[in-house]
């Protein structure tokens, strides 16, 4: 095989983070109440029929690089797949993020699963540097529990 044959079968690969948006001019997320604030303003209207997760994308200064749709899921679960999350978080060159689902039913009980995968992601972030601050579980009508503030994390 010669040389322009090998090279004709191999794919490309592209990494890309975009952003018009000044350092300064970024929303800033001090706390999980401004968190849960300013992911609401990016969920669809489905939060009650379907759960879903996304990803709050953190500089050092806790500013927001981005928010990242991670998974869409069925009334009663989503997937959360750590090596999206991360790809997400790497792309954009982040510090640090928040992951946050909602629960369509309302109920602000974290479960075992949701547990796992925070402790999952948490690990996986340590060894590559990057903190997961927080993970927050959302209901339709304004709800939310911190596991960071619940001691969780």
């Excluded at 990242?68 to 790809?87: E, L, M, W």
């Excluded at 978080?89 to 369509?104: G, Q, T």
Aim: include cysteine; charge should be positive.
């Amino acid at each position: 095989m010669d040389k322009l044959s090998i090279l004709s079968n191999v794919a490309e690969v592209k990494l890309r983070y975009s952003s018009r948006v000044k350092a300064s001019d970024r929303a800033q997320i001090k706390c999980s109440q401004e968190a849960n604030t300013l992911i609401r303003k990016f969920w669809e209207d489905d939060m009650e029929h379907i759960e879903s997760m996304k990803l709050i994308l953190l500089n050092r200064s806790n500013r927001v690089l981005g928010i990242a749709n991670i998974s869409t899921g069925g009334s009663a679960g989503t997937i959360c797949d750590p090596k999206v999350v991360f790809q997400y978080a790497l792309k954009a060159n982040a510090s640090s993020f928040i992951l946050v689902h909602n629960h369509p039913s309302g109920n602000l009980k974290s479960s075992r699963a949701d547990e796992n995968i925070t402790d999952q992601i948490k690990k996986a972030g340590k060894l590559l540097g990057i903190q997961l601050l927080d993970h927050l579980i959302i209901t339709p009508h304004d709800g939310y529990l911190s596991m960071a503030d619940e001691g969780l994390l």
